[in-house]
């Protein structure tokens, strides 16, 4: 079972290009989310989905946007690289639960990251 | 804005010692969930605790969860060096799905 896949794994971006991470998950999952982790500074929410075509922003959703045009996709692209988002961003996939409350008490599965350098 | 946070920061400690690690919050969460993160690799969740007062058991882990549902802590027995790693908390948050992720505690195991 492959469960959530990140590609790539490592990145050198120069400031003002572009790019897209990519993330599939084969479980059939409704949630899907994408994180960055900063040193010391745990987990942020950029984006999340609900389910295809239904995308909204989290906690830190400037200079990102993503898509999702199918259930097992949801990737994630920069479109002006800037030193600031030099970070280490994950994906990750819930199940949906009976009702909100149940949704956000469901496990997240994570991929293993996207290592990403701005200079 | 719903906040957690987790202490110790980093924690190194002899194989065979006891550890406790700490979660807490001034909001109320549905539920709290404890994941821990080996490097290179994204968090793995280890327990997910919904009532206030609970306690689960993983082995030699211990999950407790406070009674009004803005705390939880994480007991270790007898660390071993496997239990390496970055212990993060997450509150599935009560008015909605969306989950707040705490810094985390790095614990590292000398064996």
């Known amino acids: 079972n492959a469960g959530v896949t990140q590609t790539p794994k490592f990145r050198i971006l120069k400031i003002g290009q572009s790019m897209t991470l990519q993330c599939a998950q084969d479980m059939n999952h409704n949630y899907m989310y994408w994180y960055r982790q900063d040193p010391g500074m745990g987990l942020k929410l950029i984006y999340y989905s609900v389910g295809a075509g239904i995308t909204d922003k989290g906690e830190v959703p400037n200079g990102y946007n993503v898509s999702r045009s199918t259930t097992e996709d949801f990737p994630l692209r920069l479109e002006l690289a800037a030193p600031s988002q030099t970070s280490v961003y994950f994906c990750?996939?819930?199940?949906?639960?009976?009702?909100?409350?149940?949704?956000?008490?469901?496990?997240?599965?994570f991929g293993d990251g996207t290592r990403l350098s701005i200079l | 804005t719903q906040l957690l946070e987790q202490s110790p920061q980093f924690l190194s400690i002899q194989e065979g010692e006891n550890l406790t690690v700490y979660c807490n919050s001034s909001?109320?969460?549905?539920?709290l969930q404890w994941y821990r993160q080996e490097p290179g690799e994204g968090p793995v969740l280890l327990v997910t605790?919904?009532?206030?007062?609970e306690v689960k058991k993983l082995k030699r882990l211990t999950f407790q969860f406070g009674d009004a549902r803005k705390d939880s802590s994480l007991h270790i027995t007898a660390a071993q060096p496997g239990d390496t790693g970055l212990y993060l908390c997450a509150g599935g948050n009560t008015g909605g799905f969306k989950t707040i992720f705490g810094a985390g505690t790095r614990l590292f195991v000398k064996a």
């Open positions: 990750a996939s819930s199940r949906k639960g009976q009702d909100r409350v149940l949704s956000g008490n469901q496990p997240q599965h």
């Open positions: 605790v919904v009532t206030g007062g």
């Open positions: 909001s109320v969460f549905s539920s």
